[in-house]
Nanobody, 115 residues
């Protein structure tokens, strides 16, 4: 069982920055994949970015060059640094961990970008 707790969401103006954090209850070095997804009102949940120990990082085309995913093994935390935010980035952002053949999700953190 893995618990994930997101933080760092909030209200920001277009062009601004935010950093999301996802703290895991287990050692993330043993987690196959961690990532961020988001769900905007009325839309399906979509991939934002993932990070794997073996193959590195992967980003959605819509955030490539603006967002960066990273991890801190000492803190068991994965981050999502978001730059040059746009109104269309407004969504609830969820942390994902794929561990032991199972998916685990956090409860999400809301990011609102005002234009």
């Amino acid at each position: 069982q893995v618990q994930l707790v997101e933080s760092g969401g909030g209200l920001v103006q277009a062009g601004g920055s935010l950093r999301l954090s996802c703290r895991a209850s287990t050692t993330i070095a043993s987690v196959n994949l961690m990532g961020w997804y988001r769900q905007a009102p009325g839309k399906q949940r979509e991939l934002v970015a993932t990070i794997r120990s073996t193959t590195g990082t992967n980003y959605a085309d819509s955030v490539q060059g603006r967002f960066a995913i990273s991890r801190d093994y000492a803190r068991n935390t994965v981050y999502l640094q978001m730059e040059n935010l746009k109104a269309e980035d407004t969504a609830v952002y969820y942390c994902l961990a794929f561990y032991g053949g199972k998916q685990y999700w956090g409860k999400g953190t809301l990011v609102t970008v005002s234009s």
